[in-house]
């Protein structure tokens, strides 16, 4: 069967000289003898009447084919295209070319179901012959069809088939490929945990065949990389490492960085396969220029370089390339690794080092290497020893340099965490096939697993079915009494900085002040567990009494066996090893928010503490705790309003009817009012609501404040809005001059908008119009009376409501009966608006500003002089973010925005004023000043009042002399007679 080759071309097409048709009926060459022979098998060419698409004209004869048995008697030939593509599978006597019996076709349900995409044959009813895989025995009489019974519709299960005896019992087992299988499970986003999906990542399926040759068993492989198509070609290889199962391997022609494609290397066993791959073929560290690596692949057993191991072929059909891997020769290592100590004293410093006196031990390792088939007799292996491997931070032991200089090809690992004391070397030796090689080394021990490799030229491969870590323990003496067995008494204790956590807040975060208390004997390599809740990630560790920086990482396989029974722990953190007899830790524990489930009442936050020395049972119960932390959400609406302009001084004179008027210009001045809506938070808000009621008539019916443009946002992207009543933007028509604002409207206005919901608002505007000017008619039947009662509420309502805005400063928390389901504009003079708000963050706003003109000449008509002209502003929360509307529900904010109108009269004020009202001012203002003079003259006002003055006094001055002098006591003298020793200071 070596020399066997079987070459199909699918695509081939045939003229059809009866019909005058070109169809794709596919062809087949089959070559023996060492292509000495070849011979043309064309098993859908059939005339004169089996063309068309519902017979085998559209067939593709050879999309699949395979050689059963020793090729000497039938081929398998699939042809997916036949019967409107049910397919069907030829079995082809190469003796006789009309003796090509096939599947017969099925009801028209089974369209579509490419029979013959994939053959494999193997035997699966005990007869000794090959049957091919739907399955069918070899004269084609179905036996069974297998299913995945996870299967996904578009997966194409079946694309491609293999036949291998796997697990070494005698029976041809199946393999199956669906390379457009989507993975939904096995992936989760890092920060919501949420389940992610891989398109396209392909799946291969593996049935094992039991002695009552069924498949009861079944084994899946899910693919490695998103888009990869895993699975889009199988091949069984025969046994590559010599291990006693068959191979095989799997295409993935669209895997690898760049999509260059990858081919996997799958090993059977006794337990049927190791669902982890043994080889990884990337075309990317083959060639540069491989494409589509994994399209096609080939095996069967076929001995290359005739070294007694099975090789394999494998296409890539973007890069027209073929290429042929040669199996190397498997040789199998075995070791062991031991010290001469059971355990070590660390008291006990007995060995000297450039560091001081340690403990130390001595290390010996020894290996040894069989070979199968053509391997060699002598090779090098790379030994790599790590001491402390479990300690990945700090180990403890390591080698003491002096020691390795004096040892032949040894040196520090570049992964050694310290070079000075390295515990990671790598030693290369020099061994002899069934010859046991032992090493010694030193390790020293301070108070704070092998792997192998290879290099050359096509030297042997490891057989990596056996283990190629070996592992020994030294204990470390413990200060734990006689027995030195410690006993540990571990108590958690953890409390949140927040009572309440709040769904929406800045602050997105928690923080456990967690405190772990040993009451007992030593723990070691002491341990802290937690569940991150659902929604939340790890946010980071705040010290607050460890010497040591503690380290947390998320939860593997190693600490999973260490947390025993508490494997749902997701994040584990070291926090003492050892942790001494009444040592106390306060560490804070951040959690931060990323997509918090809403539909829960509470956060549950699942902490454990563990140590590797057993704890007693009634001790156990302080090691775990559970926090509860309720949720909440709240957030606040705060809504302000502003008039442009705030107060309105118009001209009594300057009016004109708006049946007259061409511009909006003609009827009056601009009046905008201005609406702002802030989440005060914290929560942010989903949605929310802005109803405005916009008084756009007055009391008799005439236009009042009239609307000139649509609804103006600030952002269109957080807030639509739309007018109930389209009828009322510019219902005269008139031309627009957009004086009010230097852009076009930011919101689309929608006219289709049905306010009732049974008729269009076009159909209902002259029924509107007349209801509007007829208030005082008698309703015509209950609905109408129950309208005008409804109206009558709603008009009282907003002047409670009016009233209640103007007495307070700022918005009111309004639960009165106007809302956006009660207010019916059409009975009341006016105008609903209703905006619709988007997400807003804290402090986020939005703004509504709606333009109009106030009609002047309903103001003169209606002899209102002054009046305060307000529109209604109400803004609800209707959800907040990711949470039911159930869950909060504040009041409406209510505010009224109001402009002061005032009139004036332009030519009152122009008029002159009469010359003898300027005589008559000017005499009675004489008359006036008159009468207050002599008002002041009879009071005395006018009479002058001096100071009063004194005489001087003169005195003697000295005896004999005549000089005379003032007293001091008088005000005035002769300066000359002053004496400031005798008379004290002048005066």
């Keep these: 069967m070596a020399e066997l080759i079987q070459a199909c071309a699918p695509h081939y097409k045939y003229f059809f000289s009866k019909f005058e048709v070109i169809e794709p009926v596919g062809t087949c060459f089959y070559a023996t003898e060492g292509f000495e022979r070849i011979e043309e098998f064309a098993s859908c060419r059939q005339e004169p009447a089996r063309h068309g698409h519902h017979r085998f004209g559209y067939g593709m004869c050879g999309f699949s084919a395979a050689i059963p048995d020793d090729g000497n008697?039938?081929?398998?030939?699939?042809?997916?295209?036949?019967?409107?593509?049910?397919?069907?599978?030829?079995?082809?006597?190469?003796?006789?070319?009309?003796?090509?019996?096939?599947?017969?076709?099925?009801?028209?349900?089974?369209?579509?179901?490419?029979?013959?995409?994939?053959?494999?044959?193997?035997?699966?009813?005990?007869?000794?012959?090959?049957?091919?895989?739907?399955?069918?025995?070899?004269?084609?009489?179905?036996?069974?069809?297998?299913?995945?019974?996870?299967?996904q519709r578009g997966q194409y299960f079946?694309?491609?088939?293999?036949?291998?005896?796997?697990?070494?019992?005698?029976?041809?087992?199946?393999?199956v490929g669906s390379p457009f299988y989507t993975d939904y499970v096995t992936v989760k986003d890092v920060k919501t945990q949420e389940q992610k999906p891989r398109y396209e990542v392909g799946k291969v399926m593996v049935f094992f065949q039991s002695a009552a040759h069924d498949f009861p068993k079944w084994e899946s492989i899910v693919g490695h990389s998103?888009?990869?198509?895993?699975?889009?070609?199988?091949?069984?290889?025969?046994?590559?490492?010599?291990?006693?199962?068959?191979?095989?391997?799997?295409?993935?022609?669209?895997?690898?960085?760049?999509?260059?494609?990858?081919?996997?290397?799958?090993?059977?066993?006794n337990d049927g396969v190791r669902t982890q791959f043994t080889q990884k073929l990337e075309a990317s560290k083959i060639s540069a220029s491989l494409r589509g690596f994994g399209y096609s692949l080939a095996g069967g057993g076929k001995d290359v370089d005739q070294n007694q191991y099975p090789d394999i072929a494998v296409g890539a059909h973007l890069s027209s390339h073929a290429l042929v891997f040669k199996t190397k020769p498997v040789i199998t290592v075995t070791g062991s690794i031991s010290t001469a100590k059971h355990s070590i004293n660390l008291d006990q410093k007995t060995c000297p080092t450039e560091f001081g006196y340690m403990a130390c031990d001595q290390l010996k390792?020894?290996?040894?290497?069989?070979?199968?088939?053509?391997?060699?007799?002598?090779?090098?292996?790379?030994?790599?020893?790590?001491?402390?491997?479990?300690?990945?931070?700090?180990?403890?032991?390591?080698?003491?340099?002096?020691?390795?200089?004096?040892?032949?090809?040894?040196?520090?690992?570049?992964?050694?965490?310290?070079?000075?004391?390295?515990?990671?070397?790598?030693?290369?030796?020099?061994?002899?096939?069934?010859?046991?090689?032992?090493d010694d080394y030193d390790i020293y021990?301070?108070?704070?697993?092998?792997?192998?490799?290879?290099?050359?030229?096509?030297?042997?491969?490891?057989?990596?079915?056996?283990?190629?870590?070996?592992v020994h323990e030294l204990s470390i003496d413990k200060n734990c009494g006689a027995d030195n067995e410690c006993i540990p008494d571990l108590q958690l204790h953890a409390i949140s900085n927040r009572e309440k956590f709040t769904i929406g807040s800045t602050e997105q975060s928690l923080l456990l002040n967690v405190s772990v208390m040993n009451r007992g004997e030593d723990s070691y390599e002491s341990q802290f567990f937690i569940l991150l809740p659902p929604g939340f990630e790890y946010g980071g560790i705040e010290n607050y009494s460890a010497k040591q920086p503690l380290s947390c990482s998320p939860q593997t396989k190693d600490t999973k066996q260490s947390a025993k029974e508490e494997e749902e722990y997701k994040f584990v953190c070291d926090i003492g090893n050892p942790l001494p007899s009444n040592a106390h830790i306060e560490f804070g524990f951040r959690l931060s928010a990323t997509g918090i489930d809403t539909s829960k009442e509470e956060i549950v936050v699942k902490m454990f503490v563990n140590s590797t020395n057993a704890e007693n049972e009634e001790t156990r119960t302080d090691n775990a705790l559970t926090l509860h932390i309720p949720l909440e959400m709240k957030a606040q609406l705060s809504l302000v309003g502003r008039s442009t302009p705030e107060q309105l001084d118009y001209s009594i004179r300057n009016t004109l009817p708006i049946s007259k008027a061409l511009f909006d210009s003609d009827i009056g001045p601009v009046v905008s009012h201005l609406y702002q809506v802030i989440n005060r938070g914290p929560s942010a808000?989903?949605?929310?609501?802005?109803?405005?009621?916009?008084?756009?008539?007055?009391?008799?019916?005439?236009?009042?404040?009239?609307?000139?443009?649509?609804?103006?946002?600030?952002?269109?992207?957080?807030?639509?809005?739309?007018?109930?009543?389209?009828?009322?933007?510019?219902?005269?028509?008139?031309?627009?001059?957009?004086?009010?604002?230097?852009?076009?409207?930011?919101?689309?206005?929608d006219e289709s908008y049905d306010e009732n919901g049974d008729e269009h608002v076009h159909d209902q505007y002259e029924d509107l119009k007349r209801r509007r000017h007829k208030r005082d008619a008698s309703p015509q039947n209950e609905h109408d009376y129950d309208k005008t009662r409804m109206a009558v509420t709603s008009k009282n309502e907003m002047k409670n409501a009016v009233r209640l805005a103007k007495a307070s400063s700022s918005a009111i928390e309004y639960k009165g009966y106007l809302s956006r389901a009660t207010l019916d504009c059409n009975y009341n003079n006016c105008t609903h608006i209703e905006c619709d708000i988007g997400y807003l963050h804290e402090d986020e706003f939005i703004l509504v500003e709606v333009y109009s003109r106030l009609v002047l000449n309903t103001l003169v008509t209606n002899n209102i002089l002054e009046a305060d002209i307000s529109s209604i502003g109400i803004a609800k929360i209707t959800s907040l973010s990711n949470a039911p509307s159930s869950k909060y529900n504040p009041p409406a904010q209510l505010t009224a925005v109001t402009t002061d109108v005032n009139p004036?009269?332009?030519?009152?004020?122009?008029?002159?004023?009469?010359?003898?009202?300027?005589?008559?001012?000017?005499?009675?203002?004489?008359?006036?000043?008159?009468?207050?003079?002599?008002?002041?003259?009879?009071?005395?006002?006018?009479?002058?009042?001096?100071?009063p003055t004194e005489q001087a006094t003169y005195k003697k001055g000295l005896k004999g002399t005549d000089d005379m002098y003032a007293d001091s006591k008088v005000r005035y003298a002769h300066p000359y007679m002053y004496s400031e020793q005798r008379h004290g200071v002048k005066v």
């Excluded at 193997?122 to 739907?134: A, E, K, M, S």
């Excluded at 008799?700 to 809005?721: E, P």
């Excluded at 008029?911 to 008559?920: A, D, E, S, T």
């Design 685 to 749: 808000i989903s949605s929310a609501t802005l109803d405005i009621i916009w008084p756009s008539f007055a009391g008799n019916g005439q236009h009042l404040l009239y609307l000139i443009d649509n609804v103006q946002v600030n952002d269109a992207s957080k807030v639509k809005c739309r007018v109930r009543q389209n009828r009322n933007v510019n219902p005269e028509s008139l031309t627009i001059s957009n004086e009010h604002i230097p852009t076009p409207s930011a919101i689309i206005f």
């Design 73 to 151: 008697k039938r081929l398998f030939i699939g042809a997916p295209g036949a019967y409107y593509w049910q397919g069907t599978i030829f079995s082809q006597n190469i003796s006789n070319q009309r003796d090509r019996p096939n599947t017969r076709d099925g009801p028209a349900s089974h369209d579509n179901y490419n029979l013959g995409y994939a053959i494999a044959v193997g035997d699966f009813d005990g007869d000794g012959n090959d049957d091919i895989v739907y399955i069918f025995t070899s004269s084609l009489e179905p036996l069974r069809n297998l299913t995945d019974h996870s299967a």
């Design 365 to 438: 390792l020894c290996v040894q290497y069989e070979g199968k088939g053509q391997s060699p007799n002598d090779i090098e292996l790379k030994v790599i020893i790590n001491v402390d491997s479990k300690k990945t931070i700090s180990p403890r032991a390591f080698f003491r340099r002096r020691d390795l200089a004096q040892k032949r090809n040894v040196k520090v690992s570049k992964k050694s965490l310290s070079k000075e004391q390295p515990n990671l070397i790598e030693q290369t030796l020099h061994i002899r096939r069934r010859e046991r090689f032992c």
């Design 445 to 470: 021990v301070s108070e704070r697993s092998s792997g192998i490799s290879l290099s050359g030229n096509l030297e042997p491969a490891i057989d990596n079915t056996v283990p190629l870590t070996f």
């Design 158 to 175: 079946g694309a491609s088939v293999a036949v291998s005896d796997l697990n070494g019992d005698g029976l041809d087992d199946i393999i």
């Design 226 to 269: 998103e888009w990869s198509r895993f699975g889009f070609s199988l091949a069984a290889v025969g046994d590559l490492n010599q291990d006693g199962y068959n191979d095989f391997i799997v295409g993935a022609p669209y895997d690898g960085v760049n999509a260059e494609g990858v081919v996997y290397v799958y090993h059977g066993s």
């Design 904 to 947: 004036t009269d332009p030519e009152q004020s122009q008029r002159g004023v009469p010359w003898w009202l300027y005589l008559l001012a000017i005499l009675i203002g004489l008359v006036i000043l008159a009468l207050l003079i002599l008002c002041l003259w009879r009071c005395g006002f006018f009479k002058r009042n001096r100071p």
